[in-house]
C-alpha cells in the first residue's frame, strides 16, 4: 500500500492509499502523485508545483521557502522580547497587548 495525492489542476483535491499509481489512477480516474507522509507535507489545497506540494499561502505577502517548505514573512519578526503576531490588515507584525 502506498498514499497517493490526487490532483486536478495542479492542486491537491484528495489523499489516497492504494496498492499502485495505477490504481489509484483507475480509482480516481485524475492525475495521481506518490508522497512519503513522513517527508512530504501534503493537504487538501496545496499546489503540486511539478516537484514538491506547496500549501495554501497563510497570510498575503508571505512567500514560500523550498528548502525550509515553510512560508516565510515579507518582513522577519522582531527579535525583541515582546510577543508579537502578524496582522494581515496592515501586513506587518502587531505587539500582543498583555
Known amino acids: 500500500m502506498a498514499n497517493f495525492a ?7 483535491t484528495d489523499l489516497i492509499i492504494a496498492d499502485s499509481l495505477e490504481i489509484a489512477k ?3 480516474g485524475k492525475k495521481c502523485i506518490e508522497y ?3 517527508n512530504d507535507y501534503v493537504f487538501i489545497g496545496s499546489t ?6 506547496i500549501p495554501p499561502i497563510p497570510f498575503k505577502g508571505w ?3 523550498k528548502v525550509t517548505k515553510a512560508f516565510e ?3 522577519p519578526m522582531p ?3 515582546d510577543a508579537y503576531d502578524w496582522d494581515n490588515d496592515i501586513e506587518d507584525w502587531k505587539l500582543v497587548s498583555e
Open 6 to 12: 490526487v490532483i486536478e489542476n495542479n492542486i491537491l
Open 26 to 28: 483507475s480509482l480516481t
Open 36 to 38: 512519503d507522509p513522513e
Open 48 to 53: 503540486y508545483d511539478g516537484t514538491q506540494f
Open 63 to 65: 512567500t514560500f521557502n
Open 73 to 75: 514573512p515579507p518582513r
Open 79 to 81: 527579535s525583541d522580547s
